[in-house]
């Protein structure tokens, strides 16, 4: 399954940057940022020179010893890594499906290459094919999965310790996850800026709504200059909170459930060696992924697991939808009916809020057109 709603591939810059939440200074954020890159060499020449042995912490390597692990209490930092297969079942078109993904549909836009729609450079001088399918694919018109309500009822149950999510939807916030949950590597519709690096006023996620369906390209008020939603283009760095937050949650992760990926996109693949080597890994995929030479995904390239070989000790791999994987894993733990009951709850309030609106919206173009009614001039007797 292909990364949708993910962005295309961006180099890891190391920047100085804001501490994360839980550091209470800048000093113990250095010294444990040190104690992450130490780890990381350790594990790098163990494994490679063959030193030391990983515990292994699942009793079986199958859904179900994942579901038992959990059960056990002893998870409570689970890290998601998600991207395009966890929406499509909402209606979300990924980037690479053949036939159906996205760069397969914009011939419509006479595009030079179908990459270039979130490419900079281009978008700066022709914006008109970015938001032409922006207005095709904007959140708002879509209800968050099976499998984004399961994240939220780990969050709930006190198990999530961070969602990763290479998506742009915005499905993740209109589940319930909130901001502190949430590392939106490629970047999100929720918030836009003016591309000008002297002015670079905020837009929200109504004002850019209102630009795009008016079919208008969306232009600064206080500049001129283009407004862009914050998604990470070809061209642009991840966001700084990316890089920080990383470095505190993966050696903390004591579960990695990754989900609807295809672990292609760097540097957001190689989050997945960056767990510690007890560290058990559930893929839940329409397709293996992240297989590698566990060289590779040592030095943050990305794959690594392994889910076959005689030497497989940690690495899950449920090949099926998402909804069908977390519905199969909600069942094992005893929350399949909660999980249920949650998706119905909120799909019928976010139908009931439409419903609203959409009924605002024609109380006020009937409003308009009985105030021009009320307003007509009276025909001359030549139009009588």
């Given at each position: 399954?292909?990364?949708?709603?993910?962005?295309?591939?961006?180099?890891?810059?190391?920047?100085?940057?804001?501490?994360?939440?839980?550091?209470?200074?800048?000093?113990?954020?250095?010294?444990?940022?040190?104690?992450?890159?130490?780890?990381?060499?350790?594990?790098?020449?163990?494994?490679?020179?063959?030193?030391?042995?990983?515990?292994?912490?699942?009793?079986?390597?199958?859904?179900?010893?994942?579901?038992?692990?959990?059960?056990?209490?002893?998870?409570?930092?689970?890290?998601?890594?998600?991207?395009?297969g966890i929406s499509t079942s909402a209606g979300i078109p990924d980037f690479r499906s053949p036939g159906t993904g996205l760069y397969a549909n914009l011939l419509k836009y006479n595009?030079?290459?179908?990459?270039?729609?979130?490419?900079?450079?281009?978008?700066?001088?022709?914006?008109?094919?970015?938001?032409?399918?922006?207005?095709?694919?904007?959140?708002?018109?879509?209800?968050?999965?099976?499998?984004?309500?399961?994240?939220?009822?780990?969050?709930?149950?006190?198990?999530?310790?961070?969602?990763?999510?290479?998506?742009?939807?915005?499905?993740?916030?209109?589940?319930?996850?909130?901001?502190?949950?949430?590392?939106?590597?490629?970047?999100?519709?929720?918030?836009?800026?003016?591309?000008?690096?002297?002015?670079?006023?905020?837009?929200?996620?109504?004002?850019?709504?209102?630009?795009?369906?008016?079919?208008?390209?969306?232009?600064?008020d206080k500049c001129s200059s283009l407004v862009k939603p914050d998604i990470v283009f070809f061209g642009e760095s991840l966001p700084v909170r990316f890089f920080t937050s990383m470095?505190?949650?993966?050696?903390?992760?004591?579960?990695?459930?990754?989900?609807?990926?295809?672990?292609?996109?760097?540097?957001?693949?190689?989050?997945?060696?960056?767990?510690?080597?007890?560290?058990?890994?559930?893929?839940?995929?329409?397709?293996?992924?992240?297989?590698?030479?566990?060289?590779?995904?040592?030095?943050?390239?990305?794959?690594?697991?392994?889910?076959?070989?005689?030497?497989?000790?940690?690495?899950?791999?449920?090949?099926?939808?998402?909804?069908?994987?977390?519905?199969?894993?909600?069942?094992?733990?005893?929350?399949?009916?909660?999980?249920?009951?949650?998706?119905?709850?909120?799909?019928?309030?976010?139908?009931?809020?439409?419903?609203?609106?959409?009924?605002?919206?024609?109380?006020?173009?009937?409003?308009?057109?009985?105030?021009?009614?009320?307003?007509?001039?009276?025909?001359?007797?030549?139009?009588?």
């Amino acid at each position: 399954m292909s990364d949708a709603a993910a962005l295309p591939k961006e180099e890891e810059e190391e920047e100085a940057t804001p501490e994360p939440e839980d550091q209470s200074d800048d000093s113990s954020g250095e010294e444990a940022a040190g104690d992450t890159e130490m780890d990381f060499l350790r594990n790098l020449f163990s494994s490679t020179l063959g030193l030391g042995s990983a515990d292994k912490v699942l009793d079986e390597l199958t859904l179900d010893g994942v579901a038992q692990y959990i059960k056990s209490g002893k998870c409570k930092n689970i890290i998601c890594m998600v991207g395009a297969g966890i929406s499509t079942s909402a209606g979300i078109p990924d980037f690479r499906s053949p036939g159906t993904g996205l760069y397969a549909n914009l011939l419509k836009y006479n595009l030079p290459y179908p990459e270039a729609i979130f490419q900079i450079d281009y978008f700066k001088k022709h914006p008109e094919p970015f938001f032409a399918l922006a207005k095709e694919l904007y959140p708002g018109q879509f209800k968050p999965t099976i499998c984004h309500y399961f994240m939220k009822l780990l969050k709930d149950k006190g198990h999530l310790r961070r969602c990763y999510t290479q998506n742009i939807d915005t499905l993740e916030r209109v589940a319930g996850l909130e901001g502190d949950d949430l590392i939106e590597a490629h970047g999100t519709f929720y918030t836009s800026h003016c591309v000008s690096f002297s002015c670079r006023k905020e837009y929200d996620l109504d004002w850019m709504r209102d630009q795009i369906f008016s079919e208008d390209v969306p232009r600064c008020d206080k500049c001129s200059s283009l407004v862009k939603p914050d998604i990470v283009f070809f061209g642009e760095s991840l966001p700084v909170r990316f890089f920080t937050s990383m470095k505190m949650d993966f050696p903390r992760c004591d579960l990695l459930l990754i989900m609807g990926t295809s672990l292609q996109v760097q540097p957001f693949a190689g989050l997945v060696g960056r767990v510690s080597k007890s560290c058990p890994r559930l893929l839940i995929n329409m397709e293996m992924a992240g297989q590698a030479d566990p060289l590779f995904g040592l030095l943050g390239f990305g794959g690594g697991m392994d889910f076959e070989s005689d030497k497989a000790y940690r690495d899950v791999a449920h090949i099926s939808t998402c909804d069908d994987g977390c519905l199969a894993l909600a069942e094992l733990l005893g929350w399949k009916e909660e999980l249920e009951e949650l998706v119905k709850q909120e799909h019928a309030k976010i139908d009931s809020q439409d419903k609203k609106e959409k009924a605002g919206e024609s109380k006020g173009e009937s409003a308009e057109v009985s105030s021009a009614a009320s307003v007509a001039p009276e025909p001359t007797k030549e139009e009588e």
